[in-house]
């Protein structure tokens, strides 16, 4: 298994330009979703997905859009970057049992630098 | 709403000494609660979890945590640091349902030779 993959690594863009940020998982797992990471303030969540064609907004979603057409794949899209972007992304996929088990498997994150 | 404070943002030990991480969680029923390492340019780790059972769980690198529903902490402990225990340490608590965490803000380890 390849677990949680994420492309690119690293992205530069230009104010306004916009791009798409790739998200896949081999697990089969319904839950997806994208947090980034700023310094002091932890991870924190922008979109997530129950499963595939359902998507819902976290605690930073503007700017961003989602969708989930497949169980495998989650890309998050920016629609006009902006320097308050620049922040590393990471994506993570989780499973449920009989209820949620909150256990997040993350991708290696994407560092994105808008100038 | 759930929260996870994480009060020391830098921590700085001796290789050999012992590390305890606190984290407190706003939570009203049980919680679901996680310890997530980051090593320098890396993503994240599972180090250990707590669902529910023994309030002292086991994970991995001889890691453990102490579950306290009293102080509403679960901090994170080792006997004795390596030097490759440098990173980045999160508290997370599972947040309503959709499998949703909220994390901490972080704490940084530094460990002196």
């Known amino acids: 298994n390849a677990g949680v993959t994420q492309t690119p690594k690293f992205q530069v863009l230009k104010t306004g330009q916009s791009m798409t940020l790739q998200c896949a998982q081999d697990?089969?797992?319904?839950?997806m979703s994208w947090y980034r990471q700023d310094p002091g303030m932890g991870l924190r969540l922008i979109h997530y997905s129950v499963g595939a064609g359902i998507t819902d907004q976290g605690e930073v979603p503007n700017g961003y859009n989602v969708s989930r057409s497949t169980t495998e794949d989650f890309p998050l899209r920016l629609l006009s970057a902006a320097p308050s972007q620049t922040s590393v992304y990471f994506c993570?996929?989780?499973?449920?049992?009989?209820?949620?088990?909150?256990?997040?498997?993350f991708g290696p994150g994407t560092r994105l630098t808008v100038t | 709403a759930q929260s996870v404070t994480q009060p020391d943002i830098h921590i700085t030990v001796s290789e050999g000494a012992s590390l305890e991480l606190r984290c407190n969680y706003s939570?009203?029923?049980?919680?679901?609660l996680f310890w997530y390492v980051q090593s320098p340019g890396q993503g994240l780790q599972l180090l250990l979890k707590y669902f529910s059972g023994d309030t002292l769980v086991q994970g991995i690198k001889g890691f453990e945590a102490e579950f306290k529903r009293s102080q509403s902490s679960f901090n994170l402990r080792k006997p004795s640091v390596h030097w490759s225990d440098a990173a980045e340490y999160f508290c997370?608590?599972?947040?309503?349902?959709?499998?949703?965490?909220?994390f901490g803000a972080g704490t940084r380890l530094a460990v002196h030779p």
């Open positions: 997370a608590v599972g947040s309503g349902g959709y499998n949703k965490l909220i």
């Open positions: 697990m089969n797992h319904e839950y």
């Open positions: 939570y009203g029923a049980t919680p679901y």
């Open positions: 993570a996929s989780s499973y449920s049992t009989q209820g949620p088990t909150y256990e997040q498997y």
